[in-house]
């Protein structure tokens, strides 16, 4: 994996840059749509490729390893292939997901059991079987095997969680140099950076995983119920850690204001189900604001979505349309109104990026906050 | 509206002609699209396009009706505009539905009192208010208020029935000249043959609603659970009536197989909501027959749902990665389910165009039954 950074803002930790793999380069700041059962959920990608050029998808292993099952996507020749995606794909590893998902879990040294919310079967999950399993699924940028501790949590517990994460990381690694990639392609391996919302185990987490060199770094466990305050100032924290030749990606974030100010700490990579799973219930992202388009004050309204907006949602429908296409729980509700949200991310962030290189990101960052709050 | 044949079969009633109206021209025969709720269920209006180039779709007066209701679809400009279809719309009257779907009805010879399948208010259509209201939702092909009696039905209240709807229909007539277009397109209004399955009522009101002399013909109250033999013996019937050079529509059909059947006895137009419906539980049609694809042993398959078709979903996707959609509720399921069977349904309808044209409607026909057989 190549990261290059091509410009570094002034008054700010914010960067641009490119991270090019096997399947391709992406600018970064840079937002993955999630794609949790290797299916953006709403959309057809070809439509979101036309309306919003993503370049890289994440997808989450521990609803990979349930359904359709590694085997299957083995056979069908790893995810790209499966999913039918010709660019970058990163998967997480699951350890998330056990945590919120699962109602069932036991972890212990070795790893965790886990009960699936889908038929209350029960499964294993250690650092070395994820790292096969996301062989299997073929992603190019692959996450180490972590606990993420829920919000809020005694230091206690979250330094015991963090040491253990820590001992998961150094198996994963041994595990992924012994087990190589499947397919074609290189695989890079992310540790996760864990320790709550307490800064110095946030600290040390950040200079343990440093330690290992991998190709690039990420931050778990924020954005779980925190405030938003208290997650940027971990998250200021453990930038100032994580080396600046390397990505650095903030799992599961967040609102455009998060990602905007994690920007400003040296975050490239962002992802969140926040514009997918909104779009669906009718929580549209626009250019002054959010518009709950199933309000009754729509019902009328012949105006595009969001003006500025050049989506073909936003230039070819109405907000009286979009409503009634909630109302009447249409799919292609879902769909406009999921095509709109994910070109609204993608383009804030080709819109930071631009602005990074112009110099400009101070005077885009101010004035992003005055037009959002002139909704009408 | 202009409606000119072009080519007619040798040996049966087929025939190919082209329907011109102000939003264009479209080959017949042809199948509508079922747009219930002024949007396709499942599909985005731009990926049908670009797959299977519908000229015309269907939507349902009864629905709009109540939602988003006339003066919507009006202050947008009507139904092209609200929905952004630029090609021609054909809207049923409402009579169907409001005997399908609503549970509360009273028909007296002024009208039906119905109460909505929605939120249970009550309402009121008579053949003048669907006038009306077809004119303020603006599609270019418009149907009669008719009743449509159910299956198995008393020839005593069939004929009652159908005397009815030849009431209605000449108050229709009425509305439809004194009340002119809002928009700037023409409108045409279609009658509708009823009858039940009682030949000799049938013959008797296709005689009456010949005599109206409207510019196409359409023939209701079809499969609706009667045996396909006793349809298609009731539509050779009413064909024999229908004059030739005006476009014959039957309504609500059908199965692939009962489209072939009709094309054969003449009719020229025809929608259902099978494609779609059925898309959307993972029945899929396919040359080769019908694939369910929840089925378990399509689960490692990764061969394309259908080798013969060019729609984008065969073209990019397994059958294993459909079924793996199908189980997760994935919303891309739907669309891709969809995609592929209206883009079977048109294609099916353009090689039975292409057949008649080319003198080959026969042998076309005896290949379609040998090759459906010969599922995998």
């Not at 009960?115 to 079987?129: A, V």
């Not at 994690?262 to 518009?291: E, H, K, Q, W």
Request: a positive charge; one cysteine or more; aromatic letters at 10%.
């Amino acid at each position: 994996m190549n990261f290059k950074i091509h410009k570094s803002d002034q008054d700010t930790s914010a960067r641009t840059g490119l991270i090019t793999t096997d399947h391709g380069s992406f600018e970064t700041p840079i937002f993955m749509p999630v794609a949790t059962s290797a299916a953006i959920k709403g959309v057809h990608n070809k439509d979101l490729i036309e309306n919003a050029s993503p370049k890289v998808l994440l997808s989450n292993t521990y609803h990979l390893y349930l359904r359709p099952g590694q085997n299957i996507i083995n056979k069908a020749g790893g995810i790209h292939k499966f999913m039918s995606w010709e660019n970058n794909i990163l998967t997480d590893s699951g350890g998330y997901q056990v945590y919120s998902l699962s109602a069932n879990r036991k972890i212990n040294p070795d790893g965790v059991k886990f009960k699936s919310h889908i038929d209350g079967s029960y499964h294993f999950f250690t650092p070395e079987n994820v790292i096969d399993i996301q062989r299997n699924i073929g992603a190019d940028i692959i996450m180490a095997f972590d606990e993420c501790p829920p919000y809020p949590c005694q230091k206690n517990y979250a330094r015991k969680s963090m040491d253990l994460t820590h001992e998961w990381l150094k198996r994963c690694i041994n595990r992924f140099k012994i087990n190589k990639p499947i397919y074609k392609h290189n695989q890079f391996l992310f540790p996760i950076v864990q320790g709550s919302i307490y800064s110095d185990l946030r600290k040390q987490s950040a200079e343990i995983i440093v330690n290992h060199d991998l190709p690039g770094n990420a931050i778990g466990g924020l954005s779980v119920g925190e405030p938003h305050e208290l997650m940027y100032e971990i998250c200021e924290d453990v930038c100032n850690i994580l080396p600046k030749e390397k990505p650095r990606y903030l799992m599961g974030v967040g609102t455009p204001i998060n990602i905007l100010e994690n920007i400003a700490l040296g975050i490239d990579m962002f992802d969140c189900v926040m514009p997918t799973r909104n779009a669906r219930n009718g929580y549209l992202f626009t250019s002054i604001g959010v518009i709950k388009i199933r309000n009754a004050k729509y019902k009328k309204d012949t105006r595009p979505l969001d003006q500025d907006c050049t989506c073909s949602t936003c230039l070819n429908y109405s907000r009286a349309y979009l409503h009634h296409l909630q109302k009447t729980n249409e799919i292609l509700g879902s769909h406009l109104n999921t095509l709109h949200n994910l070109h609204y991310y993608l383009e804030l962030m080709r819109s930071i990026r631009e602005a990074i290189k112009n110099n400009m990101f101070g005077e885009f960052r101010k004035n992003f906050y005055i037009k959002l709050g002139s909704i009408d």
